[in-house]
């Protein structure tokens, strides 16, 4: 910057001199300007100097100024002004919230808002926590780990994923993440160029869009089947273009609760095999699978790295050890990935670049310990049966989900925003579907207590009723 600006003032200075020499030759001013100039020219020069001095300073100070208002107004990036935009109605939502239970108390509100578990963790996970900070000595508890997780940690996930699902992982398949968000952000960092695309099925966990745009690229989504909310295969096929790096599936599925059978992942997997001889390029299957141990009715989740080599699975112990709050999860990257050895290096850079370093180190080792624990599926179970069998007396229309934690119910009216802001005048919070890629129709997160479902109920036929009434006119309107 200084020598940019002592340049200007020279230029300036030059340019001066130049007008008192009419030859142009400016090398004169070492030379000759001394004899050329008399004393009159000389003053008249000094003058000039100077003033162009101040003028060039002026100048420069405008500039800075202009460039510092210009910043004022785009102080943040454009992309991120996109993102508060798009979250304003949740955080609306959460704002109104807050109000509603100050003002009602918290026990006459009925939040089936965000999907925060309402099961306690395991008592095995504060346990091990304990003894873990009792024995183990300070300087190696809380320094860095590797970037990609404690080596031993790392191996106990992998053992337990092959007792599992009969596979051979070792700790170079396992990355651990802050979560199955940090997880996915990692793997499309690693894998993402700009203009490249995720390809997902609607409805979708909201935040994949900001995902894929953190790694510059963008995410599309296959239409969904209103009727089952079941992906549509022939419409991924038809999707698929050169630009499809990653596939990204979500089963147990956020907002819907479809759970996706053999058949399904087995087609998905022949479809993306096919995509790739057609287009020479590689496309990787990305599973996120926070919700795995989550399912009913016998459901079962296939393990999806076998049925397509290029599989990546994000995991997450949010939910099915009760700990969103402790930022803890993996990623299983499969020896057979195309440039597996690559895509390795390139996550353990991708944790550093993006500013995790490494997930919460105290975490990671209580996991290893507790992975084989579970939560308590029935109760989970029990408020499904309550909640699905009550809506669908009172009329409300939803499939019943098979696995995860919500309902995904067609709202009353075609807009599911102004549908959620009616709900709340009979205390109910619910989320609209717009976020998910599916407008009208709203989740109902019902990982919350029993009591919180039974106090509800009535709401909810209300709701119902309002909508039916003459007062408000054709409900398909
Ligand atoms: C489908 C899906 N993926 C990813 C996440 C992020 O999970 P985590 O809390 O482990 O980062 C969530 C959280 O609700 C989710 O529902």
């Given amino acids: 910057m200084f020598l940019k600006k002592a340049t200007k003032k020279w230029e300036a200075f030059v340019n001066v001199q130049k007008l008192l020499l009419p030859e ?55 992309n991120m002004k996109k993102l508060i935009e798009k979250s304003a109605g949740i955080s609306a939502l959460f704002t109104e919230a807050k109000r509603m239970k100050q003002q009602y108390g918290p026990e006459n509100v009925y939040d089936f808002g965000i ?5 306690k963790a395991p008592e095995s996970i504060n346990k091990t926590a304990i003894e873990i900070l009792q024995r183990e000595e300070s300087l190696l508890l809380h ?14 996930i992998a053992n337990h994923l092959n007792r599992r699902f009969d596979t051979d992982f070792a700790e170079d398949n396992i990355v651990m993440t802050v979560g199955a968000a940090g997880g996915l952000n990692v793997i499309f960092k690693v894998l993402l160029n700009p203009e490249e695309e995720v390809l997902t099925f609607a409805p979708f966990f909201s935040e994949y869009s900001a995902y894929a745009m953190n790694a510059g690229a963008v995410l599309n989504a296959v239409a969904p089947n209103l009727e089952t909310f079941l992906p549509d295969l022939t419409a991924l096929e038809e999707s698929i273009t050169e630009k499809t790096k990653i596939v990204l599936i979500n ?14 992942i087995a087609e998905i997997g022949c479809i993306l095999e096919e995509k790739q001889k057609e287009y020479g390029t590689s496309i990787y299957l990305v599973a996120d699978e926070p919700y795995r141990e989550l399912v ?21 112990f949010s939910k099915s050890l009760s700990l969103p709050g402790d930022r803890i999860g993996y990623l299983v990257l ?23 370093v490494n997930a919460p180190a105290l975490q990671q080792r209580v996991v290893a310990e507790c992975c084989d624990e579970l939560t308590d599926v029935a109760f989970y179970d029990a408020n499904r049966e309550l909640l699905y069998t009550a809506l669908q007396s009172y009329g409300y229309e939803c499939i019943k989900p098979q696995g995860a934690f919500y309902l995904f119910v067609k709202a009353l009216e075609a807009d599911d925003n102004a549908f959620c802001q009616k709900a709340k005048e009979y205390r109910l919070l619910l989320t609209p579907a717009t976020g998910f890629g599916c407008p009208g129709y709203v989740r109902i997160a019902y990982c919350v207590s029993r009591q919180t479902i039974e106090k509800a109920l009535p709401a909810f036929e209300a709701l119902k009723k309002y909508y039916e009434a003459d007062t408000y006119g054709s409900v398909d309107a």
């Fill in 115 to 119: 999907g925060n578990p309402n099961v």
């Fill in 251 to 264: 089963s147990p599925n956020n907002p819907t609760g479809v759970v996706y059978d053999e058949s399904i």
């Fill in 143 to 156: 320094g860095y780990t590797d970037t990609v997780g404690y080596a031993e940690v790392r191996k106990k």
């Fill in 296 to 316: 009913y009715d016998g459901a079962e989740v296939p393990y999806v790295p076998h049925y397509y080599k290029n599989t990546i699975v994000a995991y997450s």
């Fill in 334 to 356: 499969p020896s057979e990935l195309e440039d597996f050895e690559q895509i390795r290096q390139g996550a353990e850079v991708a944790t550093r670049v993006l500013g995790f």
């Fill in 24 to 78: 142009g030759d400016f090398r004169l001013l070492f030379e000759k300007a001394p004899l050329l100039w008399s004393e009159e020219e000389k003053c008249k020069g000094l003058v000039l100097a100077v003033k162009s001095m101040l003028y060039g300073f002026l100048f420069h100070m405008k500039v800075t100024e202009a460039f510092y208002k210009k910043g004022e107004q785009n102080m943040i990036s454009h």
